[in-house]
């Protein structure tokens, strides 16, 4: 059993991201430190076991010269995973030789706190860039993926983007609100509804927080809300999930033109700020080393535009039941994901054809054939925002309940706002996932997600 030398100085505790602490370097003695974490990598050699640490906030070199730290029962069980405290002196690392930040740490005594079985290597380490997404023993085994440094650094990255987010808004004065998950009307069409039973009434998961957004502009300004989206999305593909964080804005007093470029404002304030911030870069660094930040302005391209560019094309790109595009087609997934990658820029695809368009959205004065909507298209990832400016007229309100086969009884209070001080106003939806597959150069959006939740998974 190992002791502590008493006679050694007392060791302060730090986090592995610390870079204040004194760095020993032959000459000078380096400060004595405690830190907890779990093996990362492992490598026992016949004159010192080395040991690199993480703690989620960062990554150490420990060095165990071979004697009593490393004979022990403990040292010989050590395994990738294995919870441990160790203390020693913080040094620099000897002249040619690397490890993280260049430092390391000279071991004296450590304690093991949780052992782990070495049967780790193979789940993390098969969790490469190349991870197939597909895999039910990966997705069974999410909760041991995300000790791995890719799974991992998706994660921290995902935060960074949520808090640039955040941080934009706060600097394009939005407020940001909370609306119910719980509702009983539909936005997006009745067919990716999730219906529950509350207290006897049918009830949803929201499907879009959009029509509480706009029983607030009037009080509170422009405002937004990242809140959990829930879709029956009754297909498996690489960017649908059934529960997904969702960004949205709401924005009034303004014209189509000034929501295309608050949404492009938006995007670009939030790519800076992520590049920006050191560790954020780190993790990009690791995730998608060649990203470059979008230039400006972004492509824009009408609905009619891309239906003939798509069918310019040679071979000409086809829609669903494999004919050339026509005006009202539905753009689906593959094309526009073709579309998308050849252009290889962000699209901003606006004035949508009625008919395929939700409800609520507004008709482009000059051609009430469309809508004044967007979609912002990304290379690799496709669709990642959905806006529109909203119908703001009363009785053409309630033509589009009808039209629509929605019973208009539920939505009195989203019809009111057309009563009470009507405006010209408009908003739009981000999937946060969506966004840092773009970002992260993830292939789906299930890595994105803590614990991605699609048709047929429900767990862990
Ligand atoms: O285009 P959508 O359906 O638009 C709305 O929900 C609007 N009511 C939003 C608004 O105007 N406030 O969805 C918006 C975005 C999509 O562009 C996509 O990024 C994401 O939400 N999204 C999904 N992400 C993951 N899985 C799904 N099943 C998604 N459905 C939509």
New binding site residues.
């Given amino acids: 059993v190992l002791k502590e030398d008493s006679s050694l100085p007392a060791a302060i505790r730090i986090k592995l991201n610390n870079k204040s602490v004194e760095l020993g370097d032959g000459t000078k003695k380096g400060t004595r430190v405690k830190v907890y974490g779990r093996i990362h990598h492992l490598r026992p050699q016949k004159h010192t076991t080395f040991i690199i640490l993480k703690d989620g906030y960062g990554l150490l070199q420990c060095v165990l010269p071979a004697g009593d730290l490393t004979k022990t029962y403990d040292a010989l069980m050590f395994a990738q995973e294995t919870a441990l405290v160790l203390y020693g002196e913080l040094r620099s690392v000897p002249a040619g030789q690397e490890a993280p930040d260049n430092r390391e740490l000279l071991v004296d005594y450590y304690k093991v706190l949780g052992q782990a079985p070495s049967d780790l290597d193979a789940i993390t380490n098969k969790v490469s860039k190349e991870q197939d997404p597909w895999d039910a023993q990966m997705l069974d085994s999410r909760h041991l993926v995300l000790r791995g440094e890719n799974a991992s650094a998706v994660l921290k990255l995902r935060e960074a983007v949520e808090l640039a987010f955040i941080d934009s808004y706060r600097e394009m004065e939005f407020r940001k609100v909370s609306p119910p998950a719980m509702v009983q009307t539909q936005?997006?069409g009745g067919s990716?509804l999730f219906k529950y039973d509350y207290y006897g009434e049918e009830a949803y998961l929201t499907?879009?927080?959009?029509l509480y957004?706009e029983t607030v502009v009037q009080s509170l300004g422009n405002v937004y809300c990242i809140e959990k989206?829930f879709?029956a999305?009754k297909s498996l593909t690489r960017?649908?999930?059934?529960e997904?964080t969702?960004i949205?804005?709401?924005l009034d007093f303004i014209e189509f033109e000034d929501l295309l470029e608050h949404i492009e404002e938006l995007i670009s304030r939030v790519v800076d700020k992520v590049l920006a911030d050191p560790a954020a870069a780190s993790y990009m660094k690791l995730l998608n080393p060649g990203f470059q930040k979008p230039s400006r302005p972004f492509l824009r391209m009408k609905y009619a535009d891309a239906i003939e560019w798509l069918n310019k094309q040679d071979p000409p790109i086809l829609n669903e039941e494999g004919n050339p595009h026509v005006f009202g087609d539905d753009i689906a997934e593959a094309a526009e994901r073709r579309m998308t990658d050849i252009i290889n820029r962000p699209i901003f695809l606006t004035h949508f054809p009625v008919e395929i368009k939700?409800f609520y959205m507004k008709k482009d004065p000059s051609d009430p054939r469309v809508t004044e909507s967007v979609?912002?298209l990304m290379p690799g990832v496709g669709?990642?925002?959905?806006?529109?400016m909203r119908m703001d007229d009363y009785d053409e309100l309630i033509e589009a309940y009808k039209k629509n086969g929605i019973g208009y009884e539920p939505y009195y209070w989203y019809t009111d706002q057309r009563k009470y001080g009507s405006s010209p106003h408009g908003?739009?939806?981000?999937?946060l996932?969506?966004?840092l597959a773009w970002m992260g150069n993830q292939h789906t959006?299930r890595t994105c997600s803590l614990y991605p939740r699609f048709m047929g998974r429900c767990k862990p």
């Fill in positions: 936005v997006e990716t499907q879009s927080s959009q957004l989206s879709r999305e960017r649908h999930l059934s997904y969702h949205e804005g709401e939700a979609d912002v669709e990642i925002v959905g806006g529109s908003g739009y939806g981000l999937g996932e969506r966004f959006v």
